[in-house]
């Protein structure tokens, strides 16, 4: 069973009371002395009892809703979808209201410690990041301990928990959030769906613990699990449940005939991957360097990068970036910047489809030292792709990168070539770069 931080659950006001209790006891029952303790006694009692009274009276106190929308249920609503809509602060509002209507709304609290969850996963300061994700953890036990009786309430406090530590990930986290994920199983029979305004169906458990395998490279735990998601009827969480499931799935493919290395693993699980991450595959995985030095004459032996861009001085794949910039990697070149005046290589720029057909095909002439494969197909008077022009200055790469696999179209023959390139996308189209590789 899952344990949180709010010991016995006991709110505030009642262990108030118990503590007035225990302090009459002893004035009332204690022994008197004097004259002056027994006046003592009676301005404690006094006092002590006031005090109870305005402690309730306060702690019953709630904020007059405006209006019908103005309840927790919506507002909690609206927050959790502001979440998916990228803004978290306008949705700790929204929970910040429907807890100032009701304190002990569940879903709303656990809706905040989401948004410390999420300010914890994006702040770059280690000390800042540590305080959000502990109010994180706070508000959570707190939702927990509010959510004790209604079991729909509870249902929906611990899938979002398994949010919450999914974005905290801190040591142990896949651990928490399998327990939280368990847990609810248990409870699934007695959830009335129409109690949950956010999750709608008892499928998104399987789908946010899903995610969470995912992001902890549990890649087939994370099939496994969605595929109960795709099994039910489809409903809310069908589609997103679809597309995790295909990333999972391309993830194991590559890892059939490959051990990913942990950096790898991490780079393979993003959403986005940037110039940086790609540099650091196509060396880490593919040895660009020993791959291109035996294939590539250079007078001199010890071959260097022109420069040092700027914006890689200190980056973690430094040693990476200036290997590939020591081979001129199509797509991969540095870029011209006004402002600064300055080359810089842009490491945390996103990586676009096109790009990598860049990347991809100067690798394979590099390889092969075909040189007419840079124009094989270029003159071509129709595209054989709907989104990409037979003029474009990037057609003939995708036709060579789709011909020989490295990537994929839509079913509907798109490329889509100015979206970005996700993890699993990338590490599939490297170990089938890798396949190729070993042929020569």
Same mark, same amino acid.
């Given at each position: 069973?899952? /344990?949180?931080?709010?010991? $016995?659950?006991?709110?505030?006001?009642?262990?108030?009371?118990?503590?007035?209790?225990?302090?009459?006891?002893? %004035?009332?029952?204690?022994?008197?002395?004097?004259?002056?303790?027994?006046?003592?006694?009676?301005?404690?009692? !006094? !006092?002590?009892?006031?005090?109870? @009274?305005?402690?309730?009276? &306060?702690?019953?106190?709630?904020?007059?809703?405006?209006?019908? #929308?103005?309840?927790?249920?919506?507002?909690? %609503?609206?927050?959790?979808? $502001?979440?998916? +809509?990228?803004?978290?602060?306008?949705?700790?509002?929204?929970?910040?209201?429907?807890?100032?209507?009701?304190?002990?709304?569940?879903?709303?609290?656990? &809706?905040?410690?989401?948004?410390?969850? $999420?300010?914890? #996963?994006?702040?770059?300061?280690?000390?800042?990041?540590?305080?959000?994700?502990?109010?994180?953890?706070? +508000?959570?036990?707190?939702?927990?301990? #509010?959510?004790?009786?209604?079991?729909?309430?509870?249902?929906?406090?611990?899938?979002?928990?398994?949010?919450?530590?999914?974005?905290?990930?801190?040591? &142990?986290?896949?651990?928490?959030?399998?327990?939280?994920?368990?847990?609810?199983?248990?409870?699934?029979?007695?959830? @009335? =769906?129409?109690?949950?305004?956010?999750?709608?169906?008892?499928?998104? %458990?399987?789908?946010?613990?899903?995610?969470?395998? !995912?992001?902890?490279?549990?890649?087939?735990?994370? =099939?496994?699990?969605?595929?109960?998601?795709?099994?039910?009827?489809?409903?809310?969480?069908?589609?997103?449940?679809?597309?995790?499931?295909?990333?999972?799935?391309?993830?194991?493919?590559?890892?059939?005939?490959?051990?990913?290395?942990?950096?790898?693993?991490?780079?393979?699980?993003?959403?986005?991957?940037?110039?940086?991450d790609v540099a650091a595959l196509l060396v880490d995985e593919l040895h660009l360097d020993r791959l291109f030095a035996g294939r590539i004459p250079v007078p001199d032996q010890k071959k260097k990068a022109d420069f040092t861009p700027a914006d890689v001085v200190h980056h973690m794949f430094e040693p990476e970036i200036?290997?590939?910039?020591?081979?001129?990697?199509?797509?991969?070149?540095?870029?011209?910047?006004?402002?600064?005046?300055?080359?810089? !290589?842009?490491?945390? /720029?996103?990586?676009?489809r096109k790009e990598l057909s860049f990347v991809l095909e100067d690798v394979l002439i590099k390889l092969t030292g075909d040189e007419a494969m840079s124009t094989r197909h270029m003159g071509q008077s129709r595209s054989l792709y709907p989104d990409v022009k037979?003029?474009?200055?990037?057609?003939?790469?995708?036709?060579?990168?789709?011909?020989?696999?490295?990537?994929?179209?839509?079913?509907?023959?798109?490329?889509?070539?100015?979206?970005?390139?996700? &993890?699993?996308?990338?590490?599939?189209?490297?170990?089938? %770069?890798?396949?190729?590789?070993?042929?020569?």
């Open positions: 069973m899952i /344990k949180t931080g709010a010991g $016995l659950g006991l709110s505030f006001s009642f262990r108030l009371f118990i503590s007035m209790v225990y302090l009459y006891g002893r %004035l009332l029952f204690g022994t008197i002395r004097s004259k002056e303790e027994r006046r003592m006694k009676r301005y404690l009692i !006094f !006092f002590t009892g006031l005090l109870l @009274i305005l402690s309730l009276a &306060g702690c019953g106190k709630k904020v007059k809703p405006q209006s019908i #929308e103005d309840n927790p249920a919506h507002h909690y %609503l609206m927050g959790m979808e $502001l979440i998916d +809509q990228g803004m978290p602060d306008k949705a700790f509002v929204r929970f910040e209201r429907a807890v100032a209507l009701d304190d002990e709304y569940a879903p709303a609290i656990a &809706g905040k410690a989401l948004v410390y969850a $999420l300010r914890a #996963e994006a702040e770059s300061d280690k000390k800042y990041s540590a305080s959000d994700a502990e109010r994180a953890v706070d +508000q959570f036990d707190k939702a927990v301990s #509010e959510a004790r009786r209604d079991k729909s309430q509870k249902f929906s406090v611990y899938v979002t928990g398994i949010r919450v530590y999914s974005h905290i990930a801190s040591r &142990g986290w896949l651990q928490r959030a399998e327990d939280l994920y368990h847990d609810a199983r248990l409870m699934v029979k007695y959830v @009335i =769906e129409e109690d949950l305004p956010y999750y709608r169906q008892t499928e998104a %458990l399987h789908y946010f613990m899903g995610k969470a395998y !995912f992001k902890g490279g549990e890649f087939r735990k994370s =099939e496994d699990i969605l595929g109960i998601v795709l099994k039910a009827s489809p409903g809310k969480w069908h589609d997103k449940a679809n597309a995790l499931y295909s990333r999972a799935q391309k993830i194991l493919r590559a890892m059939s005939n490959y051990t990913l290395t942990d950096v790898a693993k991490k780079i393979a699980v993003k959403d986005r991957v940037d110039r940086a200036m290997t590939v910039l020591k081979w001129n990697v199509r797509g991969l070149e540095p870029g011209y910047d006004e402002q600064t005046r300055a080359y810089l !290589f842009y490491p945390d /720029k996103p990586m676009t037979a003029t474009d200055a990037w057609y003939n790469a995708i036709v060579t990168v789709v011909n020989r696999n490295l990537m994929e179209t839509g079913l509907s023959g798109a490329f889509r070539p100015d979206d970005n390139m996700d &993890g699993a996308d990338l590490i599939l189209s490297l170990m089938r %770069l890798r396949n190729i590789m070993n042929i020569y």
